[in-house]
């Protein structure tokens, strides 16, 4: 079954720092790779996508990596800020036969960015 | 520009009631349309993608049911809800020619 595993659950950090968010899949052969930012009671909006073949992938200060040998991807944030407090979400792409795209969806890494 | 329009955002309902969530999406043609669930403490569930108009296809066997009326339309429905179909409720698109998934803004369904 393919999965899509995001750790930590839950992460806390201050304001300023730095903090990586990892997910592992093991969705196998894939089209992209994508990372999301959901605020709460919102849509999940599009922070970063990667082909296959990509390493990594920078938006602002959000970079994406993606190491295909180990099927691992990690989203860095940068100089965290309050604003950045959201789930984010990896989300792993198989383009299907029936002309869509098959999405798994990680759970999700809740970050809080505290003052 | 693309946009994608959700409604209601947010709505309560008795179990045993019907539900319509429609979306609609402008600026494209032909996209590919997905309703997805989640739920409190989940990650994301697909319950329907359309390809075309009147095509669907069911990810999860369930109370619920999905429509695609029109090229840029796709209705999410339910002829009686249960406790279990509380949650958010995402519609999303994207085309072949695009790379990013783009969703709406939720609704939330809360069956009392």
């Known amino acids: 079954k393919n999965q899509v595993e995001q750790s930590p659950q839950s992460l806390i950090i201050l304001e300023g720092k730095n903090c990586t968010l990892q997910c592992n899949y093991t969705v196998s052969p894939f089209s992209n790779l994508r990372w999301y930012k959901q605020d709460t009671g919102r849509g999940p909006v599009s922070l970063t996508i990667m082909t296959f073949s990509e390493n990594t992938k920078s938006n602002g200060r959000y970079t994406a990596t993606l190491d295909a040998d180990t099927k691992q991807s990690s989203l860095h944030i940068t100089a965290s800020q309050l604003s950045d407090s959201a789930s984010y979400i990896c989300v792993v792409e198989v383009m299907s036969g029936a002309g869509s795209y098959q999405l798994t969806f990680g759970k999700g890494t809740k970050l809080s960015v505290i003052p | 520009s693309q946009t994608i329009h959700q409604w209601p955002a947010t709505l309560v309902q008795p179990v045993g009631s019907p539900l319509s969530l429609e979306c609609t999406v402008e600026?494209?043609?032909?996209?590919?349309l997905y309703w997805y669930r989640q739920a409190a403490g989940r990650g994301l569930q697909l319950l329907f993608y359309s390809v075309g108009i009147g095509q669907i296809s069911s990810e999860v066997p369930q109370n619920l049911s999905a429509s695609r009326p029109q090229d840029r339309q796709f209705i999410l429905s339910s002829k009686k809800l249960l406790l279990s179909d509380s949650g958010f409720y995402l519609c999303?698109?994207?085309?072949?020619?695009?790379?990013?998934?783009?969703f709406g803004e939720g609704s939330w369904l809360t069956v009392v």
């Open positions: 600026g494209t043609s032909n996209p590919n």
């Open positions: 999303a698109w994207h085309t072949w020619r695009g790379n990013t998934i783009y």
